[in-house]
């Protein structure tokens, strides 16, 4: 354990994987995967580096990670209204919680690259026939003609991916962030006064604020003019992954836990920030395998099966040299079973001497069907979570870095509850998600409001 002379971008292949993706053409992949070899990196050793040191910060509880955006990202939701929406409301979330936590906020989309599902199933019934499971865009289509894997996807996949993050830095650069104009906040919705009070005045004080900053010229970097937004997505197609890893030179006074001579290292430019799925994290598999070798930050989800003693192995695996913030762990045990495992957890690490970012998914361990057979989250389960996951910390002596959310800028109906009082019999308004449900914009907005009173309170 350890070392790296044994890594290869391709070292994977020689382990077990799970969700294994059958190819049929094997021609058609292979010339896939030559032609995104060729193609250049979606992100820089430059960038990777910067976000990797803003989550030692969250690590070591200076700063807090908010990362968020679809379960499935579609090839069309690569257009500006859904892309603006998202970046949107991730800034407002942002300002929230930093208003909140007095900590700087860190941004990860799942955004530009989120095109991949790991399923329960390979196949499922439609109409009384087995087909194979939606497994997303990078794969296969949702419609149930298109259900083949075709590896001309992956290719795709990369455009898509390029074209929603060139979208998102020229709409950074061209000032959609800018918090010298003001924010449409829409708390119309908010029909309970008590709420609408409280979160009015949060927005009146983060209003001041940026007006307050701006009237004294606190602004003369231009800090007020733009945000960092890094990407995400988790690295489950690892023949996508493998050939977007390149030997790149690594950043000016950046010091790798594993030097070379030469000094470069294997970088994963298809994302600034990739995470094992809970489906896939197993100690001697190729997921782990392959994302041991990386110097992005990484993340890993950690659902109520994880053992502890499986957890440090884990962590000893992926991050021998305990570099600070190079781990995320995105916790994700469900709102009954928090309780019982976070603590343990958190114990755990620490006696190990790992210092990681400690995320909470409050989303996937809280999905239910309604009687009618639909996927959903309640905003209270949700909340619940965070709320036990904010206490837990607390009361160990250590802090919630971060919370990672499934959420859509776009007016949707998968989650109940919040403050517009979406119950089950609304779910049906516009339900448009092609894999989990998501928070819509206002409970989104909403969850950020209430995590931050809890700081203030
Ligand atoms: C996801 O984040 O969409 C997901 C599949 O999560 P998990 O691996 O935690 O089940
Ligand atoms: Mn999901």
């Known amino acids: 354990m350890g070392s790296l002379d044994d890594w290869s971008p391709a070292s994977w292949h020689s382990k077990p994987i799970k969700q294994v993706v059958e190819y049929e053409d094997q021609n058609a992949l292979s ?4 032609k995104l070899s060729g193609l250049p990196p979606i992100v820089t050793p430059t960038e990777i580096v910067k976000l990797k040191s803003s989550l030692r910060d969250a690590a070591l509880g200076k700063s807090f990670l908010l990362q968020g955006g679809d379960c499935a990202e579609l090839f069309s939701y690569c257009a500006d209204d859904p892309i603006d929406a998202k970046i949107k409301l991730l800034l407002q979330m942002s300002l929230v919680l930093i208003w909140g936590s007095n900590k700087p906020v860190i941004r990860i989309g799942r955004m530009a690259g989120q095109y991949a599902k790991p399923r329960s199933s390979p196949t499922e019934i439609l109409d009384g026939k087995e087909i194979p499971s939606f497994r997303g865009d990078i ?10 894997v075709d ?14 993050l060139n979208y998102i830095r020229s709409q950074l650069a061209s000032g959609i962030a800018d918090l010298h104009n003001p924010l449409d906040w829409g708390l119309g919705h908010v029909r309970d006064q008590e709420l609408q009070t409280k979160y009015s005045q ?13 009237t004294i010229g606190a602004d003369t970097a231009g800090q007020l003019q733009t ?9 489950l197609v690892l023949e996508y992954e493998q050939s977007l890893t390149r030997r790149l030179r690594h950043p000016a006074g950046y010091n790798s836990s594993s030097p070379s001579p030469d000094g470069k290292g294997w970088y994963n430019t298809s994302a600034h920030f990739i995470w094992i799925g809970d489906r896939t994290r197993q100690i001697d598999g190729g997921h782990v395998e392959y994302f041991r070798g990386i110097e992005n930050p990484i993340g890993i989800k950690v659902g109520p099966s994880m053992k502890s003693d499986e957890l440090i192995e884990l962590l000893d695996i992926v991050n021998p040299s305990k570099e600070i913030g190079k781990v995320t762990l995105i916790t994700r045990y469900g709102k009954d ?14 006696s190990s001497g790992h210092i990681v970012v400690w995320q909470c998914d409050p989303m996937h361990g809280n999905t239910h069907s309604t009687p009618a057979g639909i996927k959903t989250r309640s905003f209270n389960s949700i909340l619940s979570e965070l709320s036990s996951a904010l206490e837990i910390h607390k009361k160990h002596g250590s802090f919630l870095g971060g919370m990672h959310l499934e959420l859509t800028g776009d007016a949707v109906t998968e989650c109940t509850g919040g403050s ?29 409001f209430l995590v931050a009173g809890h700081y203030r309170e």
Request: charged letters at 25%; one cysteine or more.
């Open 139 to 148: 794969l296969n289509g949702f419609d149930p003609a298109h259900r083949t």
């Open 227 to 235: 945000v960092d937004l890094y990407t995400s997505h988790e690295g």
């Open 31 to 34: 010339s896939a995967l030559t």
């Open 202 to 214: 949060i927005v009146h004080s983060i209003s001041d604020s940026l007006r307050f900053m701006r």
């Open 337 to 350: 079973k928090v309780e019982s495992m976070l603590g343990s957890h958190i114990e755990a690490v620490k």
């Open 420 to 448: 517009e009082g979406l119950n089950e019999d609304d779910l049906g308004l516009n339900y448009t998600t092609y894999c989990d449900p998501r928070l819509n914009e206002k409970q989104a907005l909403e969850l950020a």
């Open 151 to 164: 590896p001309e996807r992956l290719v795709t996949a990369y455009f898509h991916s390029a074209t929603t």
